[in-house]
């Protein structure tokens, strides 16, 4: 069995795009393409449940298992090869929410409880439209930035990977990754519709 270091040794940024747009052509007949996937993304989408939700291995590691089976089934939705990580992150986020909605009564562990407050922060309609707005300002301002500026602030800010981790996932220097960042983070700061908004949720 190949770990996440054998795979990204032998796959390269073209070939993991690939990887991404056979499945979501549905040109993986033999599901290998998704089995590589899987092999290389999991180490990182473990750590960032378990880190994000506080919630132990062995259930961090059920969601994680069921984030692959729903992307499986839902490839096709996927917009782009680029969006394949964000996208996944977002399914293992939901996983964790569903799961706090669905639990029966009774002693609440340590996970359910983060979870559950996610669900029930509810703010008030005019901070909630105002966190929307936002929102949708930090994702806009954050896909117009070059591809691999992007990635970097996707993987270090969002995704709560560390500099090694987003190295080996993009196949590129330690030092590649954190000035990528510092670079899409300093676009960013610029934005003057960015700063607009948060001068107005401050």
Not at 12 to 19: A, I
Not at 158 to 163: G, I, K, L, Q, R
Not at 166 to 179: F, H, I, S
Request: with cysteine; glycine share 4%.
């Amino acid at each position: 069995m190949h770990t996440a270091e054998n795979v990204q040794e032998v796959t390269g940024s073209e070939e993991k795009d690939d990887l991404v747009r056979a499945c979501m052509t549905g040109a993986d007949s033999t599901g290998e393409a998704f089995s590589k996937l899987f092999t290389l993304y999991q180490p990182f989408l473990l750590r960032f449940v378990m880190k994000r939700f506080h919630i132990q291995q062995t259930d961090a590691e059920d969601v994680v298992q069921e984030t692959f089976i729903l992307a499986q089934r839902k490839f096709g939705s996927l917009r782009s090869v680029e969006a394949f990580s964000t996208w996944m992150h977002q399914i293992a986020i939901h996983q964790v929410i569903n799961k706090s909605r669905t639990r029966s009564s009774g002693d609440t562990s340590l996970d359910e409880f983060q979870a559950s407050c996610i669900v029930s922060r509810q703010p008030k309609p005019e901070a909630r439209m105002m966190q929307e707005e936002l929102a949708e300002a930090v994702r806009s301002a954050v896909a117009a930035l070059k591809p691999e500026f992007r990635q970097a602030v996707e993987d270090i800010e969002f995704h709560e990977m560390t500099y090694d981790e987003t190295a080996r996932l993009r196949n590129v220097p330690c030092g590649t990754v954190k000035t990528r960042r510092m670079r899409g983070m300093d676009q960013l700061h610029t934005s003057k519709k960015l700063r607009a908004l948060f001068e107005q949720s401050c």
